[in-house]
């Protein structure tokens, strides 16, 4: 995929992947220069366009984090889902709205899917309403973690949670203090279906 690269051009897309995995943002051209231990940009930069020449990252002008690599680098985008339905697993999901021209590779995933954050419970998580969840499909997160969750019964999308598990209770807790915790005990905890863990998100602007 990459024998068209010199070994130092490889080495800068490698880091472009690798700092988007970890952090879910583009890295600065000076976080670039101080990974390879360079003191100046200049040559970063004819690196960079190199890269985009080539199709292996895309550009945003004006912006500080501009570069990013390309869909062709890494493979198949993330679906888009408006709303799953109640009781539906992943892989069946509704209401396909489109393809993000994204690889699951940027968020550290093979697979994961987009779900359209509504309202404003996980506000102090950094999450607000109209944001682009990305969620890598699993049915199992740890406690503490992030998720999107079905509830049976009681929730007609997917909502997106702080998971918190004790022995005796499961809470799916928001990040806004003005909005209540969902617990559930005994049984009730087989109402709550884990969908996919929380990896990061896009923001439309």
Known sequence: MTSDLTPRQKSVLEYIISFQQEN?????????CAHL???GPAGIHRI???LKDKGYILAEPG???AWRFSREVTGAGIPLVGTIAAGLPVEA?????GELAISPALFGA????GLRVRGDSMIDAHILDGDLAI??????VESGEIAAVMVHDLLSEATLKIVRRT????TLEPANPACSPLVFKGPQRKQVVILGKYMGLLRIV
């Open 37 to 39: 231990g360079l003191s």
């Open 167 to 170: 022995r005796s209770a499961l």
């Open 48 to 50: 960079l366009n190199i």
């Open 93 to 97: 999901v509704e209401n396909l709205e």
């Open 135 to 140: 969620i890598r499909p699993q049915r199992r």
């Open 110 to 113: 093979k697979r994961c899917f």
């Open 63 to 65: 912006k500080k984090r």
């Open 24 to 32: 879910r943002m583009a890295p600065t051209v000076r976080e670039i």
